[in-house]
């Protein structure tokens, strides 16, 4: 779970610098910007998520 | 040797004398992160920051500033999509060849060699009482060798993310002229990474999963430490703002009362917040606040109003507050310095609240939200995957977590063999009612 969030944290960020770069309308880029953001939000939920799991695995 | 452009005498003075002022947030938060810990880890916390702040400083001026660089000094650029992309720069190393004068490149070598240390200083707070003495030199030299010059570089140094207005039309670029994730961004990240790796402290979760609240042992350290810091802060949000927002020394009166207003704004909802929550106040909660009004308050300090810097602190002190309990209680970050929640999580909305209302004063900057997205998701999305894989290999490389005996002890016995405070002793009798 935690390899599959980092991999969305660097996905979502990905998306964020391919708005930059391919994008030339102001609206299109802000929206994938945002759609990239999201991404690493999913991916961070996940990697919290397993942090959770292993302290509780742990315990 | 190479030739900058040269400041005016009193620029030059002033932002010397702001400069000299930010190793009191060193000695700030060095206190604030010792009286949220345990007594018997009390002398390897400070210890421990000192010796941050010496490999810190050691490693930046030894590779670090090759890696940053100043804008306008030889970089690499990759050119993507016919346009020019600033990685990293590539100046030689040791300063060799470095004009030290009262130019503004030497000044900012001067400014980053003490803001390393303060960015290297944060993940100590977060796993303080369990993490090895020689693991947290370690990981301070990866990250003031490497983690913290190469964001640095993308910001400060003429990178990509402070060309993103030029090349993308993207208001003034990223904007961040004090550090708020630059230093306290990276810095609280890798305090995150620093904390999922290490695990909580023994004996902080029940077995219901419920956190045990382990006090800090002595919260004047941790109050007078944010009177420090604040001192600090002034010099550290003065100097980012002449150096890299092009503020003259007229503008730096407004960075003192909007630094002031916001820490205050801050740390007074932080109380409130705690009051509401638990009954009293909480000391420990709303230092934090206070920590985390000074973060928020240096993405854009000199660029906004004192109302916004007010609006901008009291929104800080709810998010820290509740960002503490959250973090803690349902995601089960053992924090004891409340480093992520002051340090990352308010240094990412001071970005973000830079993106809102820095445009108000600089005559309008349309896009400049969206340039802080794009550093806020290059923060999130690249430096926390990489300062975490970092570690990660430090760690089968050199054990960070004390052994469970270290632990018991105490870091001070265990890891130097004296405590810091060898004649205090607890008697039975001082807690029979009398």
């Known amino acids: 779970m935690r390899p599959i969030g980092f991999l969305l944290l660097l996905a979502g960020w990905f998306l964020v610098l391919a708005a930059l770069e391919m994008l030339n309308a102001a609206t299109s880029r802000a929206i994938f910007v945002l759609a990239g953001m999201a991404i690493e939000i999913l991916g961070l939920m996940l990697v919290f998520r397993a942090n959770l799991i292993q302290t509780e695995v742990e315990d | ?434």
């Open chain 2, 1 to 434: 040797m190479q030739q900058s452009p040269v400041w005016s005498e009193i620029s030059a003075a002033l932002c010397v004398f702001s400069i000299l002022l930010v190793p009191l947030a060193v000695a700030g938060l060095a206190l604030t992160n010792n009286g949220l810990g345990k007594t018997r880890s009390a002398a390897h916390a400070m210890l421990a920051s000192m010796c941050v702040v010496a490999v810190a400083a050691l490693v930046y001026i030894a590779i670090g500033f090759s890696w940053e660089g100043f804008a306008g000094r030889s970089t690499h650029v990759a050119i993507i999509g016919g346009k020019p992309w600033d990685w990293i720069a590539a100046q030689p190393l040791f300063l060799r060849g470095q004009e030290l004068s009262n130019s503004p490149a030497s000044l900012a070598v001067l400014l980053q060699m003490f803001a390393v240390g303060i960015a290297a200083m944060i993940p100590l707070s977060a796993a303080a009482d369990r993490w090895r003495f020689g693991a947290i030199c370690a990981s301070s030299a990866v990250m003031s060798g490497w983690t913290y010059p190469l964001f640095a570089h993308w910001v400060w140094g003429g990178g990509w993310l402070s060309q993103v207005g030029v090349i993308y039309g993207l208001g003034r670029g990223f904007l961040d002229t004090g550090g708020a994730g630059t230093i306290h961004g990276v810095g609280g990240l890798t305090a995150l990474a620093v904390v999922w790796i290490i695990g909580p402290r023994t004996g902080k979760y029940s077995e219901d999963g419920m956190p045990v609240g382990i006090p800090g042992h002595n919260l004047v350290h941790v109050v007078f430490g944010c009177i420090l810091a604040w001192a600090g802060w002034l010099g550290l949000n003065s100097a980012g703002a002449m150096l890299f927002g092009g503020i003259p020394p007229t503008a730096l009166v407004l960075v003192g009362i909007n630094t002031t207003l916001c820490a205050a704004g801050s740390s007074l909802v932080a109380v409130i917040v705690t009051k509401i929550r638990f009954g009293r106040p909480d000391a420990s909660i709303s230092a934090n606040g206070w920590i985390g009004g000074l973060v928020a308050s240096s993405a854009a300090t000199a660029m906004i109003s004192p109302a916004v810097a007010i609006i901008i602190g009291l929104v800080t002190g709810g998010l820290v507050a509740l960002s503490v309990e959250w973090l803690e209680m349902y995601l089960r970050v053992d924090d004891p310095g409340g480093a992520v929640s002051s340090h990352a999580v308010a240094g990412l909305w001071g970005l973000l609240a830079a993106g809102m209302f820095a445009g108000i004063r600089t005559a309008g900057a349309p896009g400049q939200w969206l340039a802080q997205l794009v550093g806020i998701a290059t923060l999130v999305g690249f430096v926390l995957p990489m300062t975490y894989s970092l570690n990660w290999v430090l760690n089968r490389l050199i054990h960070y977590r004390v052994e469970s005996d270290g632990e018991r002890q105490g870091m001070d016995l265990y890891e130097l063999g004296a405590g810091a405070y060898p004649e205090f002793m607890v008697h039975s009798d001082d807690f029979i009612q009398r």
